[in-house]
T-cell receptor, first 115, second 110 residues
Framework: DARVTQTPRDKVTEMGQEVTMRCQPILGHNTVFWYRQTMMQGLELLAYFRNRAPLDDSGMPKDRFSAEMPDATLATLKIQPSEPRDSAVYFC?????????????FGQGTRLTVV | GENVEQHPSTLSVQEGDSAVIKCTYSDSASNYFPWYKQELGKGPQLIIDIRSNVGEKKDQRIAVTLNKTAKHFSLHITETQPEDSAVYFCAASPNYQLIWGAGTKLIIKP
């Protein structure tokens, strides 16, 4: 069945290292969201793409985070250099068109631990 | 901007009883209100949603009500079962994105 696939599921890295998280949206979906989830802040929107174009990345720390969609089947979120405060679960979600016209389907998440 | 408040943060109910989770929003432009369920180790999953032109929507044991005047909406789960144990999130959408509540941890006691 159709699902959003995220890799890796878990990542432990040392402070200062580059981290790349990948997301394969559901085939045919044209919107992609990156969220970060922590106990303290809940679900935070980091970036939003529609038709592969970044429409909103205001929630993302620009100095170390970057998000791209090299093609319609792949979205990436990079952190360079990583810091302990980046430890969180990162979710990718995909959908069709404007959010109020259909649900956002979430992946299983990438649990990132920066030590 | 939009702000969504969700209560309670934790709710414990006896199996078979009903559970109610409430959310309030601030932006009258919000017109879409989904509810997501998140099980341990998984991503949130949509369980029900409602649009601003509807006051109530029901799907088996789950129902959502919306009061646009008061800017609040609620999730009702009847005849709760052990598999209902999870964290539930409400959200409001004034535009292309979802503004999330902080979540409610629902515990079903046997």
């Amino acid at each position: 069945d159709a699902r959003v696939t995220q890799t890796p599921r878990d990542k432990v890295t040392e402070m200062g290292q580059e981290v790349t998280m990948r997301c394969q949206p559901i085939l045919g979906h044209n919107t992609v969201f990156w969220y970060r989830q922590t106990m303290m802040q809940g679900l935070e929107l980091l970036a939003y793409f529609r038709n592969r174009a970044p429409l909103d990345d205001s929630g993302m720390p620009k100095d170390r985070f970057s998000a791209e969609m090299p093609d319609a089947t792949l979205a990436t979120l990079k952190i360079q250099p990583s810091e302990p405060r980046d430890s969180a679960v990162y979710f990718c979600a995909s959908g069709l068109g404007v959010i109020d016209r259909g649900e956002a389907f979430f992946g299983q998440g990438t649990r990132l631990t920066v030590v | 901007g939009e702000n969504v408040e969700q209560h309670p943060s934790t709710l414990s109910v006896q199996e078979g009883d009903s559970a109610v989770i409430k959310c309030t929003y601030s932006d009258s432009a919000s017109n879409y209100f989904p509810w997501y369920k998140q099980e341990l180790g998984k991503g949130p999953q949509l369980i029900i949603d409602i649009r601003s032109n509807v006051g109530e929507k029901k799907d088996q044991r789950i129902a959502v009500t919306l009061n646009k005047t008061a800017k609040h909406f609620s999730l009702h789960i009847t005849e709760t079962q052990p598999e209902d144990s999870a964290v539930y999130f409400c959200a409001a959408s004034p535009n292309y994105q979802l503004i999330w509540g902080a979540g409610t941890k629902l515990i079903i006691k046997p």
